[in-house]
T-cell receptor, first 114, second 110 residues
Framework: NAGVMQNPRHLVRRRGQEARLRCSPM?????VYWYRQLPEEGLKFMVY????????ESGMPKERFSAEFPKEGPSILRIQQVVRGDSAAYFC????????????FGPGTRLLVL | KQEVTQIPAALSVPEGENLVLNCSFT??????LQWFRQDPGKGLTSLLL?????REQTSGRLNASLDKSSGRSTLYIAASQPGDSATYLC?????????FGGGTRLMVKP
């Protein structure tokens, strides 16, 4: 039973490029969460999605960031026109039911913007 | 603003010691509280989950307690080992997201 999978594990982009981060939840999980861990800071919630729906995006930056969780395929976190301040570890988590269940985390994608 | 505070921020102990990590939070309307372990450059491993109706959970050498009324949780590690060296994070769930503390960096010396 594979855990939460994220790819790529490491991603290097130059300023102005786009970054696409992918997350496949655990089998049977239909809830996906994205968190960001900036250098020397704690993890911060970004967005919560269910299949084809964004439920809560209160932690997403207003510009350049978007997320989706299509009916088929992984969840995608997309960062357009990356800047150096976007360099961070991006973690995806999944759960079968929100609120009372454990969230299971993936290994993260470490984004470095040059 | 809802916050989670973890004390101490860093801790270094000799192998074999019992130790307590502290977590305090300001939101009293939580569903559950979770303790995680994070190794350098790695993801998060869930250690224990305590539902709001529970007082404690145990797994092996780990015991976590929850006092929702005072907004506190503790993680007790018995007979610490060098392999326990990591950052320990607590996080509460009050809805659609986990709110994390800054973590306690633990070093267990052989």
């Amino acid at each position: 039973n594979a855990g939460v999978m994220q790819n790529p594990r490491h991603l290097v982009r130059r300023r102005g490029q786009e970054a696409r981060l992918r997350c496949s939840p655990m089998k049977g999980h239909s809830h996906v969460y994205w968190y960001r861990q900036l250098p020397e800071e704690g993890l911060k919630f970004m967005v919560y999605l269910q299949k084809e729906n964004i439920i809560d995006e209160s932690g997403m930056p207003k510009e350049r960031f978007s997320a989706e969780f299509p009916k088929e395929g992984p969840s995608i976190l997309r960062i357009q026109q990356v800047v150096r301040g976007d360099s961070a570890a991006y973690f995806c988590a999944s759960s079968p039911v929100t609120g009372v269940e454990t969230q299971y985390f993936g290994p993260g994608t470490r984004l470095l913007v040059l | 603003k809802q916050e989670v505070t973890q004390i101490p921020a860093a801790l270094s102990v000799p192998e074999g010691e019992n130790l307590v990590l502290n977590c305090s939070f300001t939101d009293s309307a939580i569903y559950n509280l979770q303790w995680f372990r994070q190794d350098p450059g790695k993801g998060l491993t869930s250690l224990l989950l305590i539902q709001s109706s529970q007082r404690e959970q145990t797994s092996g050498r780990l015991n976590a307690s929850l006092d929702k009324s005072s907004g506190r949780s503790t993680l007790y590690i018995a007979a610490s080992q060098p392999g326990d060296s990591a950052t320990y994070l607590c996080a509460y769930n009050a809805g659609n997201m986990l709110t994390f503390g800054g973590g306690t960096r633990l070093m267990v010396k052989p």
